[in-house]
């Protein structure tokens, strides 16, 4: 237990830096939240749902707290509670229902932030995002296969 109290305690450390630098690196701000993000996927595994999801309610308060940016916690908050979603989509084996799922989950958040942030990028915003999505689930996906080879996880 104490095991995973620590692994999920540096992830979730990991993830608030990582979001934290998006103050420093403002050119590079999405893939720094995709990356803060990343991590969530690796605690549900070698941990469990429960860590998991203590670990991204963790990372999202801190970041709430210390990140001026709000639009980039919340977006941050959206992805890293999708890293953990992907797993329980993709144990139904069905690929299009996968994607069904996984993008309608995208336009649920998607339509969230747009709305409070930029409601006149709505419809656009969204639509642009698809490709962003479908891309940030694929990395997510080869990410986790190399971390669970290579990482021993």
Known sequence: M???ITFS??????????????????FNTAFLLCIAAAVFPLVKIKCGTSYAAAAVF???VLSFILLAEKIYVLTFSLLAVYSIIKGMIEKLD???LEWVLKLAVYFIGAAAVLKIFMPGL???GILA?????????VALSIFITFALKKLKL
């Open 58 to 60: 963790a990372s999202c």
């Open 9 to 26: 305690g540096m992830c979730c450390a990991i993830s608030v830096v990582m979001v934290l630098l998006t103050n420093v690196f403002q």
């Open 122 to 124: 709505l419809l656009w």
């Open 94 to 96: 069905r690929v299009w």
């Open 129 to 137: 995002g698809i490709i962003i999505f479908v891309i940030y689930d």
């Open 2 to 4: 104490t095991k995973k």
